[in-house]
């Protein structure tokens, strides 16, 4: 079975503005996640912090106390780090918002000396 691999490097690596991008607070920020991952059933405490067990730590644009864009990276081996959970709020999209949170997470990602996937 053939598959594409996509590794970003500090080379490859073309970053845009993201200043408006923030890390979600595991305690605090638990919920404006749960909000925005409308489930059945909701986003549990145990799931969230299940997730951060696993490796995943999560950025946001917040605007109007909601999540208007959010990406994840996921540290799922010691030189490779994953670029994960990317989404926009349907109501925030064509802003640009899924790209700076994409780059919060890769600039974020290269500067710890893993590769980007």
Known sequence: MAYCSLI???DSF???DYSRVRWLDWEN???LARAYWPQDPPL?????EQNGADGFRYCA???????????AVW???QTHWEVAAVSTSP????RGYGKAVVCFVTAHI???GRKAT
Not at 44 to 48: I, K, P, V
Not at 91 to 94: H, S
Request: charged share 30%; glycine share 0%.
């Open 14 to 16: 073309r970053p845009s």
């Open 110 to 112: 290269l500067e710890q």
């Open 8 to 10: 970003c490097t500090p």
């Open 44 to 48: 549990s405490r145990e799931d969230w």
């Open 91 to 94: 109501a925030f999209r064509k």
């Open 29 to 31: 920020d638990y919920p």
């Open 61 to 71: 644009i917040v605007e109007q106390e909601a999540i208007a864009a959010l990406a």
């Open 75 to 77: 540290t799922y081996s």
